[in-house]
């Protein structure tokens, strides 16, 4: 299976962008989804994630209220939309996927349950 990324740019800040990861050689029906991010010099860090069937979805605290994360099984996409961009919201966005997922996932906010990882697609945000 092969995520790709896309949807990132440049925007300013209060701006709103929307990034899909489509998922291809594989159905994520069956996979916890998850977005996380790495700004340059810092580590990697959990945006967001979703199971399954649409829930168990759980934010980062940094985005609550801001970011709303969604999927489309039929379509193998997941969807982060943000709002409210802040300067601090810009790096390397991430999409992963976690084939071992029950319905009653809870996601490794650490990342290492998460097997596929998809090349990233850069957020920066002017202020």
């Known amino acids: 299976v092969q ?3 896309s949807g990132g740019g ?3 800040a209060g701006g709103s962008l929307r990034l ?6 594989r159905t994520i029906s069956r996979a916890g989804m998850g ?3 790495q700004a340059p010099g810092k580590e990697r860090e959990f945006v967001a ?9 759980q934010y ?10 969604s999927r489309d099984n039929a379509k193998n996409t997941v969807t982060l939309q943000m709002n ?6 810009t790096a390397v966005y991430l999409c992963a996927a976690d084939y071992q997922a029950i319905l009653t996932w809870v996601p490794d906010i650490g ?3 998460f097997e596929v990882w998809g090349q990233g697609t850069q957020v920066t945000v002017s202020s």
């Open 3 to 5: 995520l790709q990324a």
């Open 10 to 12: 440049l925007v300013q």
């Open 20 to 25: 899909s990861c489509r998922a291809s050689g």
């Open 35 to 37: 977005w996380f991010r």
């Open 49 to 57: 994630a979703i199971g399954r069937n649409g829930g168990n979805i």
């Open 60 to 69: 980062a605290d940094s985005v609550k209220g801001r970011f709303t994360i």
């Open 84 to 89: 409210g961009l802040k300067p601090e919201d």
């Open 111 to 113: 990342g290492e349950r």
